[in-house]
């Protein structure tokens, strides 16, 4: 398969940027965030990707999706993010999806008709502290009954609030770092014992601090199987990671565009600041950056999709060069707009703001070049 | 089973029956490049062979016409034999300035007369070719290059001086941009071919920081060159220039991605295992490594399927070479003392250190770094003024 993309993938990625345009511009992201909404996004527009067909992308054919895969998925992606749409998107149709795709039919029958019509929402709660350590999962469920019951806390669980379900990824057996001992559990909301503490984020998304105080779930709620949730989490992971890759290089493009317009507008000394070389190669370098970056994203999504060994390195070279990347964006775009850059009016900091989010989401550049060189073996 | 799958099947059993062993371990030095020629000294039975077989199939230039001495493969099948080549490690059968510079040009511009000529004397490693373009007074502005053509009815007479001439001591012909008018800049230059034992032609090696010398300052004196052999409109040569400099930055920038590029942290892992800050330096280069292999396989499809932007191989040559000086920068710190070994055999003559100096050129030659972001920031980004 060439990387570029297809006749009905150039299709999709047509429809989804004209949508993404008309529907969800920066500026409808400034209204939500203007209004302090609590959620961080429109519901409104969570339905109307569902009657887009964006929602079942991930979802098989036969259970009312479009049964494609993560390299669509990016496509998707990468418009919400240059347009910087405040969607449940990520979390609910890929990486929930993925989760979904991995566990009961009844799971899927319960929570993928709603996903699929922008109903329903999606959370993920994954990470136990500041920085994104899958690995070192530790929060508890003890087996109780015939089901189990969840004790701990999770952070950065961007909808918790707003979610009608929580994928919670805790310990049923072994400790942290085990690879067995780990179970995906789907957890209805407003289930007793949970408490959520709702967070605004320096991008405006609402993400939640949840306590799990004695919750007590039946064995329908795990997602897989009961102790091999390693698997599960894995599949959620490299699809969230993906997706947030591409939806980074939409931000990184989004972040060079607006800028570019900029050098073509903007004069000083007489003349427009595109002009000037020095300025230029700065420019001309991000181009080549960014290009770079999203024909990795490209990659580690046909790599996942296609299911080749490679894929897990590909994934986490993919996260941690677009981090580097859109990072670059958004830092020549604020310090080439110069002063307007600071200022509230002008999108650019918009951008330097959900590059931020998106960075510490799935894991930073830092995380993932480690990961890449033990991949490697070093 | 498809046609594509049954011609990966075909293609692995001719590997494994036609590609010498030896011929599949990675090429150590300079001296393990096949580049055919005249007076081509082959370093083994084996490489004579694997150049042999490849030619009488068509496979030194897979996706050539077959009329030309090239394998008539489609995109499709040339990406299959690229990854089954890569994948078993068998050596490219033929380096030539021929296939990755001439061939394009003469596919694009030549008559069909020049095309059966000269097309299948390449495909088969017979007239290794070399590339006049630069002048002492014409580096990144070439166009204001002065070697010029007289003419004299049925041919030229060519005087002038090309500088950075790779491989003219070894080459059998060259392909030179001579002025053939003088009043106009751009509409005065064309594109010649000549033999290099044509009465005239000296050249005289020249020492790089390396120590070696792989380029040459190459002289013309009173050079006769037939009328027949010009590549395209008298005058127009500058065309053909554009067209095969992109060719040459795609060969530049893709001769990283050709191959395999292996992880150079697992490369190190001693090394990196006691230095957590060069540890951390070569996962990030990893990770740019893997991306810029990515980038090369969407600009590789991009190039066939005759998509993506015309000045793209400009971005790919500034990137490529960038990373590429970047590795061998990293190479020399994690060889230590032992890197900076310029003449034991033990260093294999100072390979390393002489591999990095080299690597010095990438992002000068074949236009430097900042003409390639001259012409991003024109022919890509539409900057103003650039």
């Known amino acids: 398969m060439p990387l570029f993309y297809d006749e009905d993938q150039s299709m999709l990625e047509d429809s989804a940027a004209e949508f993404m345009k008309t ?20 519901h409104r527009l969570w339905e109307q990707f569902g009657e887009m067909g964006f929602n079942g992308i991930m979802a098989s054919e036969d259970e009312g999706g479009l049964g494609m895969g993560l390299k669509e998925a990016g496509i998707i992606m990468k418009e919400i993010g240059k347009n910087l749409a405040p969607s449940p998107f990520l979390t609910t149709a890929v990486a929930g999806v993925e989760a979904l795709n991995n566990g009961s039919k009844a799971l899927r029958d319960r929570y993928l008709p709603g996903i699929i019509e922008g109903k329903t929402v999606l959370s993920l709660a994954i990470d136990e502290s500041s920085k994104h350590r ?24 961007i909808h918790g609030i707003s979610s009608d379900m929580m994928i919670v990824a805790a310990r049923t057996a072994g400790s942290a770092g085990d690879k067995d001992g780990l179970t995906l559990f789907a957890v209805e909301k407003e289930t007793k014992g949970m408490e959520m503490d709702a967070v605004r984020l320096v991008d405006s998304s609402v993400a939640a601090h949840v306590a799990f105080n004695n919750v007590e779930l039946t064995a329908d709620a795990v997602i897989g199987e009961v102790d091999q949730g390693q698997e599960v989490l ?69 790599a996942v999709d296609a299911g080749v060994e490679s894929a897990e390195l590909l994934v986490s070279a993919a996260k941690a060069k677009v981090g580097v990347t859109s990072n670059l964006a958004v830092r020549e775009g604020v310090q080439m707009h110069g002063g307007v850059g600071m200022t509230d009016e002008y999108d650019i900091g918009l951008y330097m703001k959900r590059d931020r989010g998106l960075s510490e989401f799935f894991g930073d550049s830092r995380y993932h070049a480690n990961r890449v060189a033990q991949l490697y073996g070093y | 089973m498809s046609d594509l799958e049954t011609f990966r099947k075909e293609t692995i ?35 004579k062979q694997w150049l042999e077989v490849n030619a009488a199939r068509g496979w030194t230039v897979p996706d050539w016409p077959t009329e030309y001495g090239g394998g008539g493969l489609n995109p499709a099948e040339t990406k299959i034999l690229k990854q089954e080549m890569t994948r078993m490690g068998c050596r490219i059968p033929l380096s030539s300035f021929g296939i990755w510079m001439l061939g394009p040009a003469l596919l694009q511009f030549g008559t069909e007369e020049q095309k059966l000529h000269y097309l299948p004397q390449i495909a088969r ?38 500088v950075w001439t790779s491989y003219a001591d070894k080459a059998d012909w060259i392909f030179c941009l001579v002025r053939t008018d003088k009043e106009d800049k751009y509409r005065g230059i064309s594109f010649l071919l000549f033999d290099m034992e044509s009465e005239g032609v000296t050249t005289k090696p020249i020492k790089l920081i390396s120590g070696n010398s792989p380029f040459c300052e190459t002289f013309f004196d009173d050079v006769k060159v037939p009328k027949d052999q010009i590549v395209g409109q008298l005058n127009r040569g500058w065309d053909v220039a554009k067209y095969l400099l992109g060719h040459e930055r795609e060969m530049i920038s893709g001769g990283g991605i050709s191959n395999e590029m292996p992880s150079i942290g697992a ?12 540890r951390a330096e070569m996962a990030a280069f990893d990770v740019d490594t893997l991306a810029f292999k990515a980038m090369g396989e969407l ?6 399927a ?6 793209q191989p400009n971005m790919m040559k500034y990137a490529g070479t960038e990373l590429n000086k970047r590795r061998h920068e990293l190479v020399m710190a994690a060889g230590g003392s032992e890197s900076l070994e310029w003449e034991s055999e033990a260093s294999n003559k100072g390979a390393k250190a002489r591999n990095w100096l080299r690597t010095k050129a990438n992002s000068i030659e074949g236009g430097t770094s900042e003409v390639m972001l001259n012409v991003i920031s024109k022919r890509i980004l539409e900057l103003p003024g650039a």
């Open chain 2, 267 to 278: 490369a190190f892992n001693e090394i990196v295992a006691l230095d957590p800050i060069m």
């Open chain 1, 234 to 302: 894995d599949r959620l992971l490299r699809a969230g990671r993906v997706a947030s890759a591409a939806e980074m290089v939409g931000v990184g493009t989004g972040a060079m565009k607006q800028t570019l317009a900029y050098l073509k507008e903007r004069k000083q000394f007489g003349q427009l600041i595109g002009e000037f070389q020095g300025l230029q190669h700065r420019a001309a370098h991000l181009y080549s950056e960014m290009e770079i970056a999203d024909a990795i994203v490209r990659k580690a999504a046909e």
């Open chain 2, 13 to 47: 059993a001719w590997l494994e029956e036609n590609c010498p062993a030896e011929m599949r371990k990675p090429a150590k030095s300079e001296s393990d490049v096949c580049w055919g020629g005249r007076n081509f000294q082959f370093q083994s039975d084996a490489q």
């Open chain 1, 23 to 42: 529907e969800a511009p920066v500026a409808h992201l400034r209204e939500f965030r203007d209004k302090n909404c609590p959620d961080g996004f429109s």
């Open chain 1, 134 to 157: 899958p690995e070192a999962i530790a929060m508890e469920a003890k087996r109780s009954g015939n089901g189990f019951q969840l004790n701990g806390k999770k952070q950065f669980v």
């Open chain 2, 306 to 311: 005759k998509k993506g932007h015309p000045a």
């Open chain 2, 125 to 162: 490693g017979e007239i290794r070719w070399c590339q006049g373009y630069s002048e002492p007074g014409s580096g990144s502005d070439l166009v204001s290059l002065q070697t010029f053509g007289e003419d004299k009815g049925d041919h030229w007479v060519v005087n002038g001086q090309k």
């Open chain 2, 299 to 304: 600009f590789m499809d991009e190039l066939k």
